[in-house]
């Protein structure tokens, strides 16, 4: 059974910096890539940042120069380096992984902005 941990978010000021991690545990796959979405109250789920194994990686508009994903060759394990936050920023986030037999998500972790 494939488990998704998440940690790292928080209560930070604007113009701040917060960096998630997300690791993947348990099961037998061939990891395609993992990605970072992010929800605010009464919005839909929006995927923030991708990278797949190969270390293509995407970002959406909102974030770009101020997110950085990442990934732990040796593990399967993602990283979201957040910088420049705006209370726009606010939401939970959540860790996909998609590999050769399914797509997995994490429990989700809260990112306050806000001073």
């Known amino acids: 059974q494939v488990q998704l941990v998440e940690s790292g978010g928080g209560l930070v000021q604007p113009g701040g910096s917060l960096r998630l991690s997300c690791a993947a545990s348990?099961?037998?796959?061939?990891?395609?890539?993992m990605a970072w979405y992010r929800q605010a109250p009464g919005k839909q789920r929006d995927l923030v940042a991708l990278?797949?194994?190969?270390?293509?990686?995407s970002y959406a508009d909102s974030v770009k120069g101020r997110f950085a994903i990442s990934k732990n060759k040796y593990n399967n394990a993602v990283y979201l380096q957040m910088n420049s936050l705006l209370p726009e920023d606010t939401a939970v986030y959540y860790c996909?992984?998609?590999?050769?037999?399914?797509?997995?998500w994490g429990q989700g972790t809260q990112v306050t902005v806000s001073s």
């Open positions: 996909k992984l998609t590999t050769n037999v399914s797509s997995y």
């Open positions: 990278i797949r194994n190969n270390g293509y990686t």
């Open positions: 348990g099961g037998s796959f061939a990891m395609y890539g």
